[in-house]
């Protein structure tokens, strides 16, 4: 059975595509993109939809998120994780090793891939740690994680804090081809804060966490990924100095790529205060100053920020009602991603669609590799997602399984109407079809 998506405009930033076409997909592959494909032979063999007036692209990746299995099931599980990707219009995930075992040897890697395969409705890809049990002290094997299929590596949640090891990782991670992802945190400096360091946390009476303990960490990676000549990928980028480092970094050459995620370019410290201790703006790194968030839209502009990713950090209700010191760090952001890139970058011009759009599928394919995802070329896989542009819609029904959300109830311009994954249609007109 063929399925074809028919005259939706097709935006496909990889191959410079953004024109009303048709799509023929067959086997999980695209094959054929034409305007007007006629459909031989007996109909029934084509399922054909049609998608006028809708963007069609290539399905959105999110490069960062937790599923939390194995471990904390309680939180969320691949199971529930993939679902509410699809209901975000994102046809693949990279889940972060900060599980419990955590993802630092092949058993967990296999049991992840495994897990996802049998259970999830949305391609998974697992991203391996950097040091055992997310210790900072010992590398773990990175020959044999790449083996077992990881992305890429990453002690995501903590930072390296000793330069040696990150220095090494760097050096292994290249033997392999693998970026490093890098949670940029100098904790000495973080330690003890809760939100962003500055007058709001001084009038709230809490203790702040410095962009500098973001940016130290920053400089010293870009200087260790120069010197190991390897990849270093930035993740969730929260602050003007780090992108002007990274900016700078680019200018030299050297391999680094970063990504950021939608609470850094919508949201600042404010919000904190807004929503008087609201937990659910709680999130690591906190949320910062109307000036990092300017710079956070001009890195994005400017293309120093490559990527966005949703740093989907699910935590329960109870671990969330708690007072604002003691609940754990982490906003819920898959099925907010693309409405909020659509609402608060595409309809204001800060990006065009085509920009926004390769921040979510052909560069977070090329920052890990991924050669048949993140496109729709004939022969790509068929992962693909409909949205209606102008649709207005509120936040109200969450999917996953934790809520921890300053999102609810917001009302974004930009609807996912349909998900395909491998030529599977997974969620349409607002319900998971699996
Ligand atoms: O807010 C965060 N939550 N930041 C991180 O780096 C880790 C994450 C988590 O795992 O909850
Ligand atoms: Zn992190």
Redesign the pocket.
């Known amino acids: 059975m063929k399925l074809l998506i028919a005259n939706g405009r097709v935006v496909d930033p990889a191959d410079k595509i953004d024109s009303v076409n048709d799509i023929l997909i067959e086997n999980g592959k695209v094959i054929r993109i034409a305007p007007r494909i006629r459909t031989s032979g007996k109909k029934s063999n084509v399922k054909i939809i049609n998608v006028r007036g809708k963007v069609v692209m290539p399905g959105a990746i999110d490069m960062h998120a937790?599923l939390r299995e194995p471990g904390y099931e309680e939180k969320e599980t691949i199971y529930s994780g993939t679902r509410a990707a699809a209901s975000g219009g994102i046809t693949s995930v990279c889940c972060?090793p900060?599980t419990r075992p955590v993802i630092d040897n092949q058993t967990t890697v296999e049991f992840v891939m495994l897990k996802a395969q049998k259970e999830g409705v949305v391609n998974v890809f697992p991203v391996g740690a950097i040091t055992k049990n997310l210790a900072g002290e010992e590398l773990t094997e990175i020959a044999e994680l790449k083996n077992a299929g990881v992305v890429a590596i990453s002690d995501?949640?903590n930072a390296v804090a000793n330069s040696r090891i990150m220095y090494l990782a760097l050096k292994y991670a290249k033997m392999f081809s693998l970026p490093v992802i890098s949670?940029c945190e100098d904790t000495n400096l973080s330690k003890g804060g809760v939100m962003n360091a500055g007058y709001t946390a001084t009038l709230l009476g809490l203790r702040g966490i410095p962009p500098e303990a973001e940016e130290i960490m920053v400089i010293r990676d870009i200087i260790l990924a120069h010197s190991a000549g390897a990849h270093l990928h930035v993740t969730?980028v929260s602050c003007c100095e780090s992108v002007r480092f990274i900016r700078e970094a680019k200018r030299k050459n050297i391999k680094v790529t970063c990504d950021t995620a939608p609470h850094y370019f919508t949201l600042t410290e404010e919000a904190v205060k807004t929503y008087v201790y609201n937990t659910n703006t709680k999130?690591?790194p906190p949320l910062r100053t109307i000036e990092d968030v300017k710079a956070i839209k001009e890195g994005l502009k400017d293309g120093t920020i490559d990527c966005i990713a949703s740093?989907h950090?699910p935590?329960t209700q109870e671990e969330k009602a708690r007072d604002y010191e003691s609940a754990?760090?982490?906003?819920i952001g898959l099925e907010t991603l693309l409405p909020l890139i659509f609402t608060e970058l595409v309809h204001t011009k800060v990006l065009s669609l085509q920009d926004a759009i390769a921040k979510v599928t052909i560069n977070p394919a090329t920052v890990l590799n991924l050669s048949n995802k993140g496109r729709l070329s004939v022969g790509a896989d068929a992962d693909i997602t409909v949205v209606d542009l102008e649709r207005e819609f509120i936040y109200e029904r969450v999917v996953s399984k934790s809520k921890n959300t300053p999102f609810l109830g917001r009302k974004f311009r930009g609807y996912v109407e349909m998900t395909i994954v491998g030529g599977k249609i997974v969620f349409r007109d607002g319900k998971l079809l699996l």
């Open positions: 937790h972060m900060n995501d949640g949670h969730h999130v690591n740093d950090a935590h754990p760090f982490g906003i």
